[in-house]
């Protein structure tokens, strides 16, 4: 009896692991998006629409992202911008090569919407 007892609690224990590790992993994999890094680290100063119409993105004068001014900026300046920060914009230096270019493609996309 104490020996079923013990299998089942730890049956219920690998469950309970398993769960855990399957819903640490979904969303991980999720955040992995462009859009998802970027509702996640910038929308906050720069908007869900990239336009800067946050409390935040007022205070520091951000760019609209749609703006010709942004848009006329090469590829190089937007990385740049995102990799090493430029004046109150923080540098995102744990971000993949790939991540900064998936933003910049992001970025981009946003002139096409308006
Ligand atoms: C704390 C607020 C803040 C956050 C968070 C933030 N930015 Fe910025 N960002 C700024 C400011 C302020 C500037 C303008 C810097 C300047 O021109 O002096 C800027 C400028 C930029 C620029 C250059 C274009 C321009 O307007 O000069 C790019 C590209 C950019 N941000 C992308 C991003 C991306 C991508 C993220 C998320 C990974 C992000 N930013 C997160 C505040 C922020």
């Known amino acids: 009896m104490q020996e079923k007892l013990r299998w089942m609690a730890n049956l219920t224990l690998g ?14 994999n999720a955040d992995n998006t462009a859009e998802a890094t970027y509702k996640a680290k910038c929308a906050m100063c720069h908007g869900p629409d990239g336009k800067g119409e946050t409390a935040a993105g007022k205070t520091m004068k951000v760019k609209d992202f749609s703006s010709e001014e942004v848009q006329k900026m090469s590829d190089a300046d ?17 971000l993949t090569a790939d991540q900064v270019k998936g933003l ?9 919407k308006s």
């Open 15 to 28: 469950a309970v692991v398993l769960t855990g590790l399957i819903l640490i992993n979904a969303p991980a």
């Open 78 to 94: 937007l990385t740049d911008a995102i990799s090493k920060g430029k004046g109150k914009m923080p540098a995102y230096k744990t």
């Open 104 to 112: 910049v493609a992001y970025i981009r996309s946003f002139a096409k």
